[in-house]
């Protein structure tokens, strides 16, 4: 071997040891602020390959051995259970993480970096608070809400997640039930994404919705326009089952890939993510709920409502537990 050859190799064992790869389905431009924060403290670079679910989880599989991802950053507790349960993960451990994380946010192969409510919207014009008052999604079957609901889909994972928890916490029988009359109080064939459902409520075309938090901010912020920032005047939200077990509260969460060149990187990367400087930044920018209590929402999330009760009971794993058997129950009661 000649000198040049060998300095290379040393050189690029160097480069590769000191890299991570991250695969993401995140879309946030304000990432790259906190990957270029990380290789400042720690000299270590993130190559970024982002994608849709479903793709990266293929390129991943299908790469096996060879793929040199280090991490896959996903949104959905549904969706990162079905990646563990297709053996892309490695189970890794780490005493910060199970210290900052809730057990019911994480798994051996996956830890939840940011929460998100799903909730219901409502428009005052059309029906009081008191008519709504004290509801649960349980009650979104009852027959006075008739005609009432805007929501996407039952192929969304969101949608999925939701009826997993009722799933979890009811079992199959009741909320296949439950499924009939929910599917009754649709005010239109559910179409489009969680924001055009806020855009029915407030056009009033439906007097309720069922949306993820961070839209109704991400639409009252004024990033998705002047037209969606107005109508989110007109729609207000609200946090179910506060009364009981409190409001779904779904995940986005990260895992170090099973071939990973780099697992104690990835480790530590996963770790800079729950930084209280990191999770707020991650907040104010995609208006999540942080993973650690000392770090507070955003303010246009705060003001959507403030100290609600969270559903801490549910672990986010059922959701994909039940996934699959949400799906099927969801289109069997006519959901499409
Ligand atoms: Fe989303």
């Known amino acids: 071997m000649n000198l040049f050859l060998l300095l290379s190799l040393i ?10 790869n991250l695969f993401t389905t995140r879309h946030y431009d304000s990432d790259t602020i906190i990957f270029k924060e990380f290789t400042d403290q720690t000299g270590i670079n993130i190559n970024i390959v982002s994608g849709k679910s ?29 990646a563990e349960e297709k053996g892309l993960f490695k189970k890794i451990r780490s005493k910060v993480l199970e210290k900052k994380i809730p057990k019911q946010f994480r798994s051996e192969f996956w830890y939840g970096i940011a929460k998100r409510a799903r909730i219901i919207y409502y428009n005052p014009k059309l029906i009081s608070l008191k008519e709504i008052e004290n509801i649960s ?25 939701l009826v997993a928890s009722i799933i979890e916490n009811h079992g199959k029988k009741y909320t296949i039930d439950w499924l009939k009359k929910f599917v009754q109080n649709f ?5 489009g994404n969680d924001r055009s459902q806020i855009l029915s409520v407030a056009s009033g075309e439906s007097k309720l919705a069922i949306a993820n938090t961070y839209y109704y901010a991400l639409m009252a912020s004024g ?7 107005e109508a989110t005047k007109k729609v207000k939200p609200y946090f ?15 895992g170090v890939l099973k071939h990973s060149p780099n697992p104690e990187l990835a480790t530590q990367f996963i770790e800079f993510l729950l930084a209280p400087k990191v999770q707020k930044h991650i907040i104010n920018n995609t208006f999540e709920y942080p993973m650690i209590e000392s770090v507070k929402p955003s303010i246009l999330v705060e003001t959507m409502g403030k100290n609600f009760k969270q559903d801490n009971s549910t672990n986010v794993s059922s959701y994909g537990k039940w996934q699959k058997d949400a799906f099927k129950i969801m289109k069997e009661a006519g959901w499409n």
């Open 11 to 20: 050189l690029f064992n160097e480069l590769s040891a000191n890299e991570i």
């Open 54 to 82: 479903k793709p990266l989880e293929k390129r991943i599989l299908e790469e096996g051995k060879s793929c040199k991802g280090d991490l896959f950053f996903l949104a959905d507790a549904g969706r990162l259970v079905s």
């Open 137 to 161: 999604y349980e009650d979104l079957a009852d027959e006075r809400f008739k005609e009432a609901i805007a929501i996407r889909q039952s192929n969304n994972v969101y949608n999925q997640s």
């Open 187 to 191: 005010s239109r064939e559910p179409a």
């Open 223 to 229: 990033k998705k326009g002047e037209e969606q920032q």
């Open 240 to 254: 179910p089952n506060q009364q009981n077990r409190g409001t779904h509260m779904n995940i986005s969460g990260i």
